[in-house]
């Protein structure tokens, strides 16, 4: 496998097998997957899963071709483990150094994507695993839009198909008592169950909390601008009423004015005049002389 063209223009099986990761590698990523993606979420039993990435390879190299969900499973494995990786992993691909961990985790993501959805897989436990591992990650790497609602979607109808979420009804418990079961497929089925639910519990309640808090911060923001509009009514009535009553008083003050000074003025000059008085009634002062 080479490292010349990291994204390819078309996705096709010949190219996902042409851009497929060495042996050496899928073991150090699956070894990095264990450590962190895996220690979060626990969907696998590393012994079946280090068994089946032996049998893939050694399919491989006699050139026999594993099927979509095999190669799906793994290639949800190494996006997982390349996305949480830092550039301390040496890897023999790609060839070029300036090649980044998320650019890798971006192409396997897409390749795995592409043989779980075109055309949809059989149901299988290994396939419900790589939908639920792609799917969290698709969050990582694309956010809710892009290939979640599809990866989500698949998944819940391949469990249901599987009539996992009765697996543990007393129906399905007599049968396995009576028949036999894996019981390692029967606890990862249970694990990757509880895993999609949790998932759609959390998810459901992220989505309302973010709807909830823009209802509340709209309808705080109505209160506060109707509480503005009717201080701002209740100025503009009260300054209206206090123009038209003072408009009159301002009017006269003037008049007013006039006639009060007029008043004054003549109770002024009536005090300063003397009275008339008569020669005979008129005294003189006493006189200082002896």
Not at 38 to 53: E, I, K
Not at 111 to 127: D, E, N, W, Y
Not at 235 to 258: D, G, L, N, V, Y
Request: proline share 6%; net charge positive.
């Amino acid at each position: 496998m080479t490292g010349q063209q990291i994204l390819p223009e078309t996705l096709n099986l010949t190219t996902i097998l042409h851009q497929f990761p060495t042996r050496s590698d899928a073991i150090l990523l699956l070894k990095h997957f264990i450590k962190t993606f895996d220690a979060m979420y626990r969907n696998l039993h590393v012994p079946t899963t280090w068994r089946l990435l032996k049998e893939m390879y050694d399919d491989l190299d006699v050139q026999r071709i594993p099927s979509a969900a095999q190669l799906a499973f793994f290639l949800g494995i190494f996006a997982g483990s390349a996305y949480v990786s830092t550039s301390n992993l040496k890897l023999e691909f790609p060839a070029p150094a300036r090649t980044s961990p998320l650019a890798l985790a971006e192409l396997w993501h897409k390749q795995a994507v592409f043989l779980l959805t075109k055309p949809p897989i059989p149901p299988s436990t290994q396939a419900l695993i790589a939908l639920m591992t792609l799917a969290h990650l698709c969050t990582q790497i694309e956010g809710f839009s892009g290939s979640f609602g599809i990866l989500a979607i698949s998944g819940l109808q391949m469990a249901r198909t599987m009539r996992i979420h009765r697996l543990d009804s007393y129906h399905f418990r007599e049968e396995r008592r009576k028949n036999g079961a894996d019981m390692v497929d029967v606890e990862l089925k249970r694990r990757v169950w509880w895993h999609m639910v949790a998932s759609d519990w959390f998810d459901t309640g992220f989505r309302t909390r973010i709807i909830t808090s823009c209802v509340l911060i709209i309808t705080g923001f109505v209160q506060m601008w109707a509480a503005h509009m009717k201080a701002h009514t209740c100025f503009i009535q009260a300054k209206s009423r206090h123009s038209t009553r003072a408009t009159p008083r301002i009017a006269t003050f003037p008049q007013e004015s006039r006639t009060s000074q007029k008043q004054l003025i003549a109770s002024l000059s009536a005090h300063q005049q003397p009275s008339p008085t008569s020669s005979g009634d008129s005294k003189s002062p006493p006189s200082l002389e002896k």
